[in-house]
Every structure is written in structure tokens, then in C-alpha cells.
């Protein structure tokens, strides 16, 4: 019998599939934070977990700092640098985190997730008001479909008796997509100004000081070990790692617009762990509602010429 031997070459992949799989994988590691922020908060309260999700990424900011030899870059930050990330960190991890885990203390996991996730449209209203870029009038019509998503998945969960909702839990959810566009405008501005490993690694240590100063006036009393791993899993598959992936796997690409398209499929899947994991029945208008809003944020990114 006759083995072909085939050189380990024909198997290596070119930058655009590297690309592709690293950003499979941050996609694949948001999608399961849904499920790991409801699991956590059975342990922990959503300030313990806030807690020990930004500590573990600052430690690995911390790390990746040091395997990419960039410390010399900290060293050239100015006090005006300092002071700036100082206020960015109060808006994320700190402020960000905050609403969005008493979102999903708050609400069924199937909603909190999409709410969430129709930062973008609030953020062209942001651009509009702040940067004095206008929206384009067939915006709109992306922005109504994803609107009328958002209404349609909380009017649905309220109106199901297996779901339980609560119009403060929506607000939360609401706030988190606001500061979430508020964090995205400020960094987009501060990008070209500094590392972004950097800018991430001195945000979350300012983040991570307030938080332990938080503890002072907080009860912060973890000793389930569940909690624990859960908050350091989120720290690591929600603020660290996937955000590292994704953007290694832009520097490669040369079709950006196919990464950034994977990037919607992290909604979808994140409802498929939620239903197996969780075990919550995924209603019908959330499906509806979610493709609406996904449908509007494509709409507005590759229907509108810009």
C-alpha cells in the first residue's frame, strides 16, 4: 500500500485565510459571553464580576505589553495622555461595564445582547451632533429598521409569560449601547495619537483602580470558585483576547469588508449558546428583532455610498 506524503507548505495559509480563522475566532468568542456574564452573575454580583473580568485584562495588557516589547511606548506618554486615558477608563471598563451587566442582571440574555448591539445607530447620531459629520438621508432608513428591531424584541419579551423584563433592565441595556458608541467615537480620535495596546492597557488600569476603590464602599466578598473562573473568562474572552484577534486579523486582511461581515454572524450564534447553554426558549420576535437590526447596521455600511 502506497502512503502519499504531503510537505507541511501545502498546508499553510495565506494571510487573508489567517485573517478569516482569527476573526472566526474572536466572533466565536464573543458569542459566548452572553452565556458567561448570565452563569457568572448565579455567583457573583455584577460588581464583582466588573471586578474581576478588568483585572484579568488589564493582567493580560499587561503581558501582551511585554511579549510585543512596547513598554518604551508607555514611557512616552504625556501627562496630557495620562489625564485623557484617566477619563476614557471611567467610560470603559468602568461605566460601560457597569450598565451592561446590570443589563443582563436585569433582562433575559436573548434581549440584553441585541439592545446592546445597536451601539452603532446611536453612534452616527453621536457623529452627527459631535463631529458635525450629517447623516446621509438614506441612513435613515438603516437606522429605522434597526430601532424598530430593538422595539420589537422588548415589546415581544415583555409581552411573553416565560420571560421576565423589566423597563429599568431595557434602560440599562439602552445606556450600555450609549457609552459604547461614546467609547468608540473617543478612541477613533485617539487612535492616530497612540498605541492602541497602549491606550488599552492604561484605560483598564485606571478602570481596574476605580473599581478597587469601589470596593471600599461595595461589598466585594467572592468565594465560590465558579464565579471566579467565570469573571475571569469574561475578562479574558470579552475584553481581552477577542479584540487582539480581530484586529491582528484587519492588519492582514486585504478584504476588509468580508472580516467586518463576520462580525454579525457573533449575535446569531450568541443566541444558539444562549438557548443550549442557558437554556432559555429564544422567542420569535427576538429572531425577527435581530435580524432587523443587523439588517439596518448592513444597510448603513455597504448600501450607502459613502
Wanted: charged content about 10%.
Amino acid at each position: 500500500m502506497n502512503f502519499k506524503v504531503y510537505s507541511v507548505e501545502k498546508f499553510d495559509l495565506n494571510d487573508n485565510e489567517k485573517a478569516i480563522f482569527l476573526s472566526l475566532l474572536a466572533v466565536l468568542s464573543w458569542s459566548t459571553i452572553s452565556t458567561a456574564l448570565k452563569i457568572a452573575l448565579e455567583y457573583i454580583t455584577h460588581f464583582e464580576m466588573m471586578l474581576i473580568s478588568c483585572l484579568t485584562a488589564l493582567i493580560f495588557f499587561t503581558l501582551l505589553l511585554t511579549v510585543t516589547h512596547r513598554w518604551y511606548l508607555v514611557g512616552k506618554l504625556t501627562v496630557r495622555h495620562w489625564v485623557v486615558l484617566a477619563a476614557v477608563g471611567l467610560v470603559n471598563p468602568v461605566a460601560y461595564y457597569w450598565t451592561l451587566f446590570k443589563a443582563y442582571e436585569l433582562l433575559p440574555a436573548q434581549v440584553a445582547q441585541p439592545i446592546n448591539y445597536a451601539w452603532p445607530i446611536v453612534l452616527l447620531i453621536f457623529l452627527a451632533v459631535f463631529a458635525h459629520e450629517p447623516i446621509q438621508k438614506r441612513k435613515y432608513i438603516g437606522m429605522f429598521l434597526s430601532l424598530i428591531g430593538v422595539v420589537l424584541i422588548s415589546l415581544g419579551a415583555k409581552n411573553n409569560s416565560n420571560l421576565s423584563i423589566s423597563a429599568s433592565g431595557v434602560i440599562f441595556g439602552i445606556m450600555s449601547a450609549v457609552l459604547w458608541a461614546s467609547y468608540w467615537m473617543i478612541n477613533n480620535m485617539l487612535k492616530e495619537k497612540m498605541d492602541v495596546c497602549v491606550a488599552l492597557f492604561v484605560t483598564f488600569l485606571f478602570g481596574t483602580l476605580y473599581l478597587s476603590l469601589g470596593t471600599l464602599f461595595l461589598d466585594f466578598s467572592v468565594s465560590d470558585m465558579k464565579g471566579i473562573i467565570a469573571g475571569v473568562y469574561i475578562g479574558g474572552f470579552e475584553m481581552g483576547i477577542p479584540f487582539i484577534l480581530f484586529g491582528v486579523a484587519l492588519k492582514k486582511t486585504t478584504n476588509h469588508t468580508l472580516v467586518n461581515q463576520l462580525c454579525y454572524l457573533s449575535p446569531f450564534l450568541s443566541l444558539f449558546f444562549i438557548s443550549l447553554v442557558l437554556g432559555e426558549h429564544i422567542i420569535v420576535t427576538t429572531y425577527i428583532g435581530l435580524v432587523l437590526i443587523v439588517s439596518g447596521l448592513l444597510f448603513n455600511q455597504y448600501c450607502v455610498r459613502k
